[in-house]
């Protein structure tokens, strides 16, 4: 928690753009964001779920745009900030964005395959 800020947006405004760059991630603590790629509706993420998690690790552009569904608190985590922290610290967010990435690529699969629902839809 000393290692984040806390924020708060209105629905509809934009929290994360695809393509820019940021080394930060993003914990939602009440309210629901939608994620799109390429004006297209992926997902949609509520309190006690993270996203910005892969522009953190790898530093690359943000693959995707998260937009406020309705007004959302969330707790927002510079890398700078994060590496202050104690290691065993390091280490839980480390291990919680690699079980996210792993869940989200999960449903993506089978998403693909077939053998799951579309995303929530708007």
Request: include cysteine.
């Amino acid at each position: 928690i000393n290692a984040s800020a806390w924020q708060r947006v209105p629905a509809g405004k934009s929290i994360i753009l695809e393509g820019e760059t940021d080394k930060a991630f993003y914990v939602i603590v009440e309210g629901t964001v939608d994620v799109s790629k390429n004006t297209r509706h992926i997902d949609c993420l509520g309190p006690g779920d993270c996203f910005g998690e892969m522009g953190y690790v790898s530093g690359r552009g943000r693959t995707a745009t998260i937009t406020a569904r309705d007004e959302v608190t969330f707790m927002k985590a510079q890398a700078p900030l994060i590496e202050r922290t104690s290691v065993n610290c390091q280490l839980r967010f480390h291990k919680l964005f690699l079980h996210t990435l792993i869940e989200r690529l999960s449903r993506a699969t089978d998403r693909i395959a077939g053998d799951a629902p579309e995303a929530k839809a708007p």
